[in-house]
């Protein structure tokens, strides 16, 4: 057992002390632990183990959180898609006789937020991912990094449809759907790691 692996076990124990020259110690013994497979004299320390695992979790979805880079490319890539899908749709609806509904704008419009807020919703509540996502590697997650409930993402949805809501990455901040859903866009594969989604 390595001097690292040592150090786990005593960060755990309720027997542990600390000596300024030596650092962490058993409080039993003043000595570094020396053990070889397991501390005859450890005693489990349930609240510093859980200590831990939160202070692990919380510097692993700060390293995690994906780039201001590559929210941009997820933008860029969905709003083609969403255009894409818009066009297909549009065109669709023509086909089948719709011509005299899409002379009006406001029935355009509509139709318009619906395959917005339709793509995002549907795409994030089934994978966490939206096609720019996917391919940038990204996903989205609650603060607790599990996966977002689909009324979470569906206000998530919503929330894009608030005047200059784009506009709310500039700076140093998240986006007003980040924000006020408390979701996060983490990199998956790093994320992943060694936290489960």
Not at 124 to 140: C, F, L, R
Request: some cysteine.
């Amino acid at each position: 057992m390595t001097k690292l692996e040592r150090l786990e076990w005593c960060n755990q124990c309720t027997n542990r002390s600390f000596d300024p020259k030596y650092g962490r110690t058993c409080g039993l013994t003043g000595r570094e632990a020396d053990f070889t497979d397991t501390c005859p004299a450890y005693v489990h320390d349930e609240a510093e183990k859980e200590k831990l695992l939160t202070d692990r979790h919380r510097q692993k979805m700060t390293n995690a959180v994906a780039s201001k880079g590559l929210r941009f490319a997820n933008y860029v890539i969905d709003m083609v898609v969403y255009l894409v899908l818009l066009f297909a749709l549009v065109f669709f609806l023509g086909l089948i006789g719709g011509l005299g509904l899409l002379g009006s704008s406001l029935w355009l419009n509509l139709i318009a937020l619906f395959m917005n807020f339709t793509y995002y919703t549907a795409m994030e509540s089934a994978t966490g991912q939206t096609i720019g996502k996917m391919i940038t590697g990204t996903i989205v997650v609650d603060a607790n990094g599990d996966r977002p409930s689909t009324s979470t993402i569906m206000l998530r949805s919503l929330c894009r449809f608030i005047p200059f809501e784009a506009v709310s990455f500039l700076g140093e901040g998240t986006g007003w759907h980040d924000h006020l859903t408390k979701t996060m866009v983490v990199r998956k594969k790093y994320f992943t790691e060694d936290i489960e989604i």
